[in-house]
């Protein structure tokens, strides 16, 4: 059971990148490192002991999803390959719909800009902590003054 999120993340060679969705009031958690870790990590998110994910031996990246939380971006590694980039791309999508879920937007032809906007946010803002040794990362959205 994790009891210091930060040194558990820095101990088992993770990192955990939270971005904020602004006037959404609502959070990404992408997580970067072994799969092996990825169910502590989402029963420690979660709030829920008996989290179990099966069937994740093979697998690129994962999205997850616990009613009530934020949902969770799981990839092995940062992008270096196409299939790489497909894969956070394809991840991040399932996590925003979850989030336009949340806020009660259907995806529709008439919203789809909101999913492609913040699609784009949280990856661009993703790929910028590539090369940040902090495993821990929190990334919110502040205004800026002209």
């Known amino acids: 059971m994790i009891k210091n999120l930060r040194k558990w993340l820095k101990d088992n060679n993770m990192k955990e990148v939270n971005i904020e969705l602004g006037m959404f009031d609502y959070n990404i958690n992408f997580l970067v ?60 999508v399932h996590a925003m719909v979850r989030m336009m879920d949340w806020a009660h937007i259907k995806v529709t032809t008439d919203t789809d800009e909101v999913l492609a906007h913040g699609v784009s946010y949280l990856i ?22 002209k």
């Open 33 to 92: 490192g072994d799969i092996n870790n990825l169910e502590e990590y989402a029963r420690f998110k979660f709030d829920y002991e008996q989290f179990e994910i099966k069937g994740l031996l093979n697998v690129y990246g994962w999205h997850l999803f616990c009613e009530g939380y934020s949902a969770i971006v799981w990839i092995p590694r940062y992008p270096r390959t196409p299939k790489d980039y497909g894969t956070l791309s394809h991840e991040t």
């Open 124 to 145: 661009r803002n993703f790929l910028k902590t590539r090369n940040d040794k902090n495993p821990q990362i929190s990334i919110e959205l502040t205004s800026k003054k």
